[in-house]
């Protein structure tokens, strides 16, 4: 006895892809943020063994991500920017993960997040600031570009 068994040719499909109109609104989650970036960065904490607090924040209106950071004393100025950058760059893959329309940050930049979202950063030793700062949204960062990996 012999029986046909049905065949099931389906075409291939990519898979669906999200499009988010341009104009379409969507407010970052700092809060999501904050615990991502500081949960990858334990992962690196005899790296960054100097730093002893974090804290990130931001607005949607105004766009502004804010980062105060406490170091103890005695830190190079490389392994500060070393760090901010590390941080910079965290936070702007995590906000390309909340909105496609974001580009990634690269060897070249930081990606296209800071083109749109001010920063501010405060780096503290014990009670004296070390550096205070606001960079406005498209101005040049001065940290250089690291991507973690």
């Given at each position: 006895m012999t029986a046909c068994k049905p065949k099931y040719n389906t075409a291939m499909q990519d898979p669906v892809s999200v499009t988010i109109a341009a104009d379409q609104v969507i407010n970052i989650d700092f809060d999501q943020i904050s615990d991502d970036v500081i949960e990858n960065l334990?992962?690196?904490?005899?790296?960054y063994a100097f730093v002893k607090d974090l804290q990130i924040s931001g607005t949607n209106d105004p766009k502004q991500v804010n980062i105060t950071v406490e170091i103890m004393d005695d830190v190079s100025d490389d392994a500060i920017k070393l760090f901010m950058s590390d941080v910079l760059t965290q936070i702007s893959q995590e906000a390309c993960v909340q909105d496609s329309r974001y580009t990634e940050p690269s060897a070249d930049g930081l990606g296209?997040?800071?083109?749109?979202?001010?920063?501010?950063?405060?780096?503290?030793?014990?009670?004296?600031?070390?550096?205070?700062?606001?960079?406005?949204?498209?101005?040049?960062?001065?940290?250089?570009?690291v991507v973690s990996e």
């Open positions: 334990s992962d690196d904490a005899q790296t296209s997040f800071y083109d749109s979202y001010a920063i501010h950063y405060e780096i503290k030793q014990g009670d004296a600031d070390y550096e205070n700062q606001t960079i406005s949204a498209g101005e040049s960062i001065p940290f250089g570009t």
